[in-house]
């Protein structure tokens, strides 16, 4: 596993979008984690996700892999109630 940071120049975007740093496969294929741009505390994921590296650009970080981790800010929907009752569809 390694640690990216990503140095996409997102010129074409007509809205601001931040570069995170990534905790990813060594072939770069699966991403197990992520640290927002502005903060200093890593999310770990519960499965690794799938990793699109396409039209972006990456360098290496020289860190330590992160011992601490805090909770994902999404939630999985699939275990809220409300998400999953039939009021919500109504």
């Not at 992520?34 to 505390?41: I, L, P, Q, S, V």
């Amino acid at each position: 596993m390694k640690l990216v940071r990503e140095k996409t120049k997102w010129s074409r975007c007509p809205y601001p979008i931040k570069n995170h740093d990534y905790m990813v496969s060594d072939g770069m294929e699966f991403c197990f984690g992520m640290r927002k741009a502005g903060t200093d505390k890593w999310e770990k994921w519960e499965k690794r996700k799938r990793f699109n590296k396409a039209w972006r650009q990456f360098e290496t970080l020289n860190e330590k892999m992160p011992k601490e981790f805090v909770d994902p800010y999404m939630s999985n929907p699939w275990n809220a109630a409300t998400y999953n009752s039939l009021d919500t569809f109504m």
